[in-house]
């Protein structure tokens, strides 16, 4: 396809024709353009996925059967990213400044461990400030799933969804919170996605 032609198309899309780096100004609005023609929103959306990834929890207080108060902090590393719009996002680090006091905690409720304010530095040195808050957890057979889903509050895709699973063995799981100290610690896989309107 030649140049010309290549430029109106990625105009129509979305991307504005230009150097690398270059960004178009926003979305499309519907409306009139100058030339009399109708532009309409687009419908794609920017989707990021992050498949290759581990992270780690780790708990100030070991989690028992039994609610208690423990410090949790989570942090994580994804890599292989990529995007509909070609963004230059390829890997990211995530997770919690600091650890976060939760109240009434026990292995019955590990949705609620990692929620809370993220941070994550993408390997473009931008960062995003994500709050984490809605949580599920599923067993199934030998592995556990922790998805935490939340919104970027601000820099990098301010506005947009992020969404988290960790997966753990249960049987890791298990013996934490059976052990004498309780479950401190928790290592797994972990994919990351971010979708913008």
């Known amino acids: ?29 519907e409306g009139t353009g100058g030339s009399g023609m109708t532009l309409e929103r687009p ?7 992050c498949p290759l990834g581990l992270g780690e929890a780790k708990y100030g207080t070991g989690l028992k059967g039994e609610p208690g108060d ?10 292989g990213c990529v995007t509909v719009l070609g963004s230059a996002v390829t890997s990211a680090t995530l997770g919690s400044e600091t650890p976060s006091l939760v109240r009434g905690l026990s292995c019955a409720d590990l949705s609620r461990a990692g929620a809370g304010r993220q ?3 993408w390997n473009t040195a ?7 808050g809605q949580s599920h957890v599923s067993v199934q057979e030998a592995t556990t799933l922790v998805t935490q889903t939340g919104k970027v ?5 301010q506005g947009a969804t ?10 890791d799981v298990e013996k934490g919170c059976r052990s004498q100290e309780g479950l401190k610690y928790l290592k797994g896989p972990v994919t990351f996605s971010v979708t913008y309107p």
């Open 153 to 157: 509050l601000s820099g990098k895709f």
């Open 162 to 171: 992020a969404v988290r699973t960790t997966t753990y063995l249960t049987a």
């Open 70 to 79: 423990s410090e949790v902090s989570f942090l994580a590393s994804v890599s």
């Open 119 to 121: 941070v994550v530095t």
């Open 43 to 49: 419908l794609e959306k920017v989707l990021i996925t």
């Open 1 to 29: 396809m030649r140049g010309t032609s290549a430029c109106a198309v990625l105009l129509l899309g979305v991307l504005a024709c230009g150097g690398e780096g270059r960004q178009a100004a926003g979305p499309l609005m």
């Open 126 to 132: 931008e960062k995003s400030t994500v709050l984490m």
